[in-house]
């Protein structure tokens, strides 16, 4: 069965700076895709990012990036110049790519990140 | 175009009480999930369908049922509930294999 981490239950960064949160995976599929999502305070899932198995170039949207290392399993996101609409829950997810597949989206903890003025 | 409609946003029930949770999509996708969130973590899959009149468990069916009967409603019926099953509920579609998930605002259920 697929898991997946986020090892850092709450990180905080200053406005205007990057912060980078981690994730990790275990699984032993070939073809899934990776997210990101950002809870708000509303509770509403936004998608921030997400990234392809097959594909080796790293996603990037705006102000956000992954770091996708797919022999280390490893997941983590990239937010530059944060703002302090960043501010809130952020959970990795895992999805099987395979026809026939899990339809399960496993999700991380997630971590709280607080943004300061 | 509204996505994922979920309704009511909360609601209070007693225990052994029944409810249903309403969701609906006017996206015309094929795929619809029901998610639960408990406080301090991630979502877990109750249920999802891949089509009208299609259904399948996901990782913590117990205590609940569904139905799909048209392709834009996925109704999560509670019957029995139990504090058990106090969380956040999720809605979400999407078109197919390969595309992302699209969620619904949620509803905040409280058993007491």
């Known amino acids: 069965a697929q898991t997946v981490t986020q090892s850092q239950p709450e990180m905080s960064v200053q406005e205007a700076e990057t912060v980078t949160l981690s994730c990790t995976y275990d699984t032993s599929e070939s073809d899934y895709y990776l997210f990101w999502y950002k809870q708000p305070p509303s509770r509403q899932m936004i998608l921030v990012i997400r990234q392809e198995a097959y594909k080796q170039q790293n996603a990037t949207e705006n102000r956000f990036s992954v770091n996708f290392q797919k022999a280390a399993k490893s997941f983590s996101l990239k937010i530059s110049d944060s703002q302090l609409g960043d501010a809130a829950m952020y959970f990795c997810a895992y999805r099987s790519g395979t026809q026939g597949g899990s339809e399960k989206l496993v999700f991380g903890k997630g971590t709280k990140l607080t943004v300061n003025p | 175009n509204a996505g994922v409609t979920q309704t009511p946003k909360f609601r209070i029930l007693k225990i052994g009480q029944s409810m249903t949770l309403q969701c609906t999509q006017d996206?015309?996708?094929?795929?619809m999930y029901w998610y639960r969130q408990d406080p301090g973590m991630g979502l877990k899959l109750i249920y999802y369908s891949v089509g009208a009149g299609i259904t399948d468990k996901g990782e913590v069916p117990n205590g609940y049922n569904v139905s799909r009967s048209t392709t834009e409603d996925f109704p999560l019926r509670l019957e029995l509930a139990a504090p058990s099953q106090t969380s956040v509920y999720f809605c979400?579609?999407?078109?197919?294999?390969?595309?992302?998930?699209?969620f619904g605002n949620g509803t905040r259920l409280t058993v007491t």
């Open positions: 979400a579609s999407r078109t197919r294999v390969r595309s992302p998930l699209h």
């Open positions: 996206m015309n996708h094929n795929y």
